[in-house]
């Protein structure tokens, strides 16, 4: 069976990624290789959960805090990674999940 691929959406998503402190970054590129290898069906909590509407999160946390990825995945064993931030509230802000909407309908995704 084929591999998945995870990736960022575009060069703005890549620099979230990379503004992201080290420890929590690597905990994300962590997260993303399991999903490679396993694909998002079989990561799950606590590294991964569903958004609801065809989108999901990459949960990672470091000891600087806590960040998310908002994902989806598209045809040919792809995730594309629409937004990432660091969470500071209990629960995932809607305004990061409207962003990830919006950039997911602009690339033609949804």
Known sequence: MAAWTVSTLNDTVTQELERL?????????????????????????????????KFWEIRASGKE?????????????????????????QKTPQNEIDIAKKRAKEAGLI
Do not use: C, N, W
Request: aromatic share 6%; no cysteine.
């Open 21 to 53: 402190p080290a420890s929590m970054r690597a905990k994300f590129i962590k997260i993303g290789e399991l999903i490679e290898k396993f694909g998002p069906q079989k990561v799950g909590m606590p590294h991964t959960r569903s958004l609801g509407d």
């Open 65 to 89: 805090g806590i960040s998310r990825g908002i994902y989806v995945a598209v045809k040919d064993r792809q995730v594309i990674v629409l937004r990432v931030f660091v969470k500071k509230t």
